[in-house]
């Protein structure tokens, strides 16, 4: 079965552009995850969706924003780029919207903001 | 204010000795923690996980504590190896928030031959 992928993998912006990230789930897993990490705050949670609805929502500002498809597969956006939206953009699939589910994480995008 | 912290940002240690990583939280009441591992420019992998009625868990070199009462978790790999040398995160997950996790920041494990 085929991981989880996320594409670009790599992406370099400058202040003030916005940011389209996709995600596609392994087949069969309903729920994405996304989240952020830097070196200063580690893995920080983003949001949820489940059957293309968002289910929880980390503290991030509402520049950044997701969907999900009717296929499960995800995007997140992130408008009006700062300097500190450079990080390692991390999605997550598992088949439930379930604490007790484990996570498949693909393996990032990593965005630069110049 | 609500915390989860390992133990140490690094951790070195021989090979074939047992490795002891600490995950601590406060003002958190989980209903599972997990370990993950996560080696560098790669997403973090799965490792186990445990319920908070839970009291120990194992998979082969892997076993995993918690102390819902102490509010800390250990994790700990026998006979380590060179190749068990990556950051090792430990994760809540809470009732009633679906899927999402809290990472701790993590405890580089470097395992020397």
């Known amino acids: 079965k085929a991981g989880v992928t996320q594409t670009p993998r790599y992406l370099i912006k400058t202040r003030g552009q916005q940011v389209t990230l996709s995600c596609s789930p392994i087949?069969?897993?309903?729920?994405v995850s996304w989240y952020q990490q830097t070196p200063g705050q580690g893995l920080q949670f983003l949001f949820e969706y489940f059957s293309e609805t968002q289910r929880n929502k980390g503290n991030f500002p509402g520049r950044f924003s997701g969907r999900q498809f009717s296929n499960s597969r995800s995007e997140m956006n992130v408008s009006t780029l700062e300097l500190g939206d450079s990080a390692l953009y991390l999605c997550a699939s598992s088949r439930e919207t379930s604490p007790q589910e484990t996570q498949y994480f693909g393996p990032g995008t990593r965005l630069l903001v110049l | 204010s609500q915390k989860i912290e390992q133990n140490s940002e690094a951790l070195n240690i021989q090979e074939g000795k047992t490795a002891t990583l600490t995950c601590n939280y406060t003002n958190y009441s989980p209903a599972y923690l997990q370990w993950y591992r996560q080696d560098p420019g790669r997403g973090p992998v799965f490792l186990l996980l445990i319920r908070e009625n839970e009291k120990e868990k194992r998979k082969e070199r892997l076993k995993v504590t918690f102390d819902t009462t102490l509010k800390q978790s250990l994790f700990h790999i026998t006979a380590s190896q060179p190749a068990d040398s990556a950051t090792y995160l430990c994760?809540?997950?809470?009732?009633?928030?679906?899927?999402?996790?809290?990472f701790g920041q993590g405890t580089e494990l470097s395992v020397k031959p």
């Open positions: 994760a809540l997950a809470l009732y009633n928030q679906g899927g999402k996790l809290i």
């Open positions: 087949s069969g897993h309903r729920s």
